[in-house]
């Protein structure tokens, strides 16, 4: 594949690697965040991709490695800093903050409190469309453990959605 080619194929995937971001990191500005490095590691290593072999599963298994990281970072990090949001509502009465958080919806809230296995490999089958085969790739597990996860994870929601309704 030529690099034209691959940057295109790159380019056409941006808005499957920002969901997917969105789904790891439940932050728009870190799911940004999360899709620029992704894009950029990428980039570097494009020598280590397989032509023949699918773009997106190689681009969500890099975009889950480096969330990893940064959560372990994070969580390092956390340990030592008070977090930035601390700060964020001083003098603020807190209402766009309040109405904010009210504009959230009910499949979004049921997501969120799904233990973050179940959501990435929701994400990756029922959102991203991936095989059961390439998502338990990226995800760096056998078959039978995204079944699991997956059949947990669309209980969990159901019971959730059947509460908000």
């Not at 979004?108 to 029922?126: F, N």
């Amino acid at each position: 594949m030529d690099g034209q080619s691959f940057e295109g194929d790159m380019i056409a995937l941006l808005p499957r690697l920002r969901r997917f971001a969105h789904a790891l990191a439940r932050s728009p500005a870190d799911a940004d965040d999360l899709c620029q490095a992704s894009i950029e590691r990428a980039l570097k290593s494009r020598d280590q991709w397989q032509p023949g072999t699918r773009l997106d599963s190689w681009m969500y298994r890099i975009m889950r490695n480096l969330w990893v990281d940064e959560a372990r970072a994070r969580g390092r990090r956390d340990q030592t800093f008070a977090p930035e949001e601390a700060g964020a509502h001083v003098g603020d009465d807190g209402a766009r903050h309040i109405e904010l958080k009210l504009e959230l919806t009910d499949l979004d809230r049921a997501m969120s409190r799904l233990p973050a296995e179940q959501r990435e490999a929701i994400a990756l089958v029922l959102v991203e469309g991936l095989a059961y085969k390439e998502a338990a790739a990226v995800l760096d597990v056998p078959i039978g453990t995204l079944t699991s996860r997956l059949s947990r994870g669309r209980e969990a929601l159901i019971a959730e959605l059947g509460k908000a309704i």
